[in-house]
């Protein structure tokens, strides 16, 4: 499976000009809902998630993701695994398990995100499952940005990497590209103009 193909053919893998969350600029940007708006294609992705979990012999009860980003890769890969799907979500910029989600004592959950970056937000989802009782045995992506090791990958963790590195992250592909401060990017050098993702009515 080619990965960045499927988010290529999707429009989900834009080329161009593009500031990020970060406030930094990069020439690419990944807009994962987009690859998941096609119910078939997003279970083709995670069936194919959830075949290298299975590989590894992990033990899931659960999946849960951190909202929005997360919602509905993380509900695929529960239906691809045959478990059940809660997820938390921030209020007032706070990660929080809502709406009567509950996690009993010893219960083996496997955060997912869409795409892991740093992993902010999926170790603050981690957390709430754990106050609860729950343990975390585990982070799962469609794609993982290069910043954390995925299973089956070479490349190494480095400092931005919030996960714990005793727990495994499983991703289909890792996604990297260089990213630049608005002040060193070679594309504003160049006289482009950076834009946001969606700011064109897409
Ligand atoms: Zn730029």
Redesign the pocket.
């Known amino acids: 499976m080619n990965l960045k193909e499927i988010y290529r053919e999707n429009g989900a893998f834009l080329e161009g ?1 593009f500031i990020l969350s970060s406030g930094n ?1 990069s020439e690419y940007y990944l807009q994962s809902a987009k690859v998941l708006e096609n119910p078939k294609v997003a279970e083709e992705l995670a069936t194919a998630l959830a075949t290298e979990i299975k590989k590894s012999g992990l033990e899931i009860d659960t999946v849960c993701s951190p909202a929005l980003g997360g919602l509905l890769a993380g509900y695929e890969l529960a239906r691809a695994l045959g478990v059940r799907f809660i997820f938390t979500e921030r209020k007032d910029g706070e990660m929080q398990m809502r709406r009567g989600f509950t996690v009993s004592k010893g219960e083996k959950v496997l955060i997912c995100e869409d795409i892991i970056t740093t992993g902010g937000s999926a170790l603050e989802a981690g957390v709430e499952v754990e106050k609860q009782g729950g343990e975390v045995v585990g982070f799962s992506a469609l794609a993982n940005r290069g910043f954390c090791q995925r299973v089956n990958s070479n490349i190494e963790a480095n400092e931005k990497c919030k996960l714990p590195t005793e727990k495994p992250l499983f991703a289909l592909e890792d996604f990297i590209f260089d990213i ?1 401060q ?1 002040e060193n ?1 070679p ?2 050098k160049d006289g ?1 103009i ?1 834009i946001k993702p969606g700011s064109r009515g897409n």
């Open positions: 000009h600029h630049y608005p990017c594309l504003c482009s950076a």
